[in-house]
């Protein structure tokens, strides 16, 4: 059974930086759909990043919500073992739980996250001064 978990998170100033991993035990992710969530107190949860495991082109393969672009950086390693979510230039804003999610159907979408059937604990990223 898939198990993913993340890890990463912190307390950054803002313009800071962190990394944040989403490990996969259990099954490899080659075969999955990735999608990066955040929720914040008092928020809706909103789909940041996700990443599919096939598709036709770029805009397909890699996704990202407006506020994130050039700022976040989704990537995975070749194993299908780790996720990352690399973040630059961080912002008060930004601050959240931060969760990685799974599914195997179609492309990834951030904006809804019904499809995703596997989802990790979370961490924490504050970014405050």
């Known amino acids: 059974q898939l198990q993913l978990v993340e890890s990463g998170g912190g307390l950054v100033q803002p313009g800071g930086s962190l990394n944040l991993s989403c490990a996969a035990s259990?099954?490899?992710?080659?075969?999955?759909?990735i999608g990066w969530f955040r929720q914040a107190p008092g928020k809706e949860r909103e789909g940041v990043s996700c990443?599919?495991?096939?598709?036709?082109?770029?805009?397909?393969?890699?996704k990202y919500t407006d506020s994130v672009k050039g700022r976040f950086t989704i990537s995975r390693d070749s194993a299908g073992r780790t996720v990352y979510l690399q973040m630059n230039s961080l912002e008060a804003e930004d601050t959240a739980v931060y969760y990685c999610?799974?599914?195997?159907?179609?492309?990834?979408?951030?904006?809804?996250?019904?499809?995703?059937?596997?989802w990790g604990q979370g961490t924490q990223v504050t970014v405050s001064s």
């Open positions: 999610a799974a599914f195997t159907r179609g492309t990834c979408t951030i904006r809804t996250s019904v499809w995703y059937e596997f």
């Open positions: 259990g099954a490899s992710l080659v075969n999955y759909n």
């Open positions: 990443t599919s495991h096939s598709a036709r082109t770029p805009s397909e393969r890699i």
